[in-house]
C-alpha cells in the first residue's frame, strides 16, 4: 500500500459532488486572474529529467500548455496513476508529484508498481492560481458529466479509458482562503 502524507480522493466519487456543485463559475472573467506561478518551471523539469510523454495540448486563445504523463516503469504488473494539480490553486499536490518523481526510484516498496504521474491537469490554474480553468469550469467537477466540458478532462478519459490502474490517486489540498 502506498501512504501519503496528502487528503487523497479518488475521482469515481463524483457523483454526489455532481449534483451539489456547479461545474462552471456562473460569472467568470479570465482576464482578472494574476500569473502566480510559473508551469514553465514545472515543464521544464518534466522534460528534463523524466521520461514523459505529452497526453495532449491545451488551447486558450493564443497561450498553449502541454498536459505532460511521467511515466516510471519498474516492469511491474500493477500500475499506480497519480493526478495533481487538477485545481491550480492548490499546488503542494504538484510539489508532491515532483518530489515523488524524484525520489520514487529510491524507495524498494514502490518497486512493485509502474506509475504514471500528471503532474498538472490544470496548467493555466496552476499558473493563476486558480481552482478553475479558463473557461470558468471546475476540471474536478467536470469528470463526473456525461458530456465534459473541459479539454482538461477530455485529455485525461480519452489517454486513460482502457488503463486499468490498481490504484488510482489524485492528491488536492485545503484552501486557506475557503475555495
Same mark, same amino acid.
Given at each position: 500500500v502506498i501512504s501519503c502524507?496528502?487528503?487523497i480522493l479518488f475521482l469515481p466519487s463524483c457523483i454526489y459532488i455532481k449534483t451539489t456543485m456547479p461545474i462552471q463559475v456562473k460569472e467568470w472573467n479570465r482576464s482578472s486572474n494574476k500569473k502566480t506561478n510559473d508551469y514553465l518551471?514545472?515543464?521544464t523539469f518534466i522534460r528534463n529529467n523524466t521520461v514523459h510523454s505529452s497526453l495532449g495540448i491545451v488551447v486558450y486563445d493564443n497561450l498553449k500548455y502541454n498536459?505532460?504523463?511521467?511515466y516510471i516503469n519498474n516492469n511491474a504488473h500493477e500500475e499506480v496513476l497519480i493526478f495533481s494539480g487538477v485545481h491550480g490553486n492548490e499546488p503542494a499536490g504538484v510539489l508532491s508529484s515532483i518530489k515523488l518523481i524524484e525520489n520514487i526510484s529510491k524507495i524498494d516498496r514502490y518497486k512493485k508498481y509502474n506509475f504514471r504521474i500528471v503532474p498538472v491537469v490544470n496548467p493555466w490554474g496552476y499558473e493563476y492560481s486558480s481552482r478553475y480553468n479558463a473557461d470558468g469550469i471546475d476540471i474536478n467537477r467536470d469528470f463526473s458529466n456525461e458530456q465534459t466540458l473541459s479539454q482538461e478532462a477530455n485529455i485525461l478519459i /480519452?489517454?486513460?479509458k482502457?488503463? /486499468?490502474?490498481?490504484i488510482v490517486i489524485d492528491l488536492h489540498e485545503t484552501n486557506y482562503n475557503g475555495e
Open positions: 502524507t496528502l487528503c518551471q514545472i515543464e498536459m505532460y504523463e511521467v /480519452q489517454h486513460y482502457t488503463i /486499468q490502474p490498481k
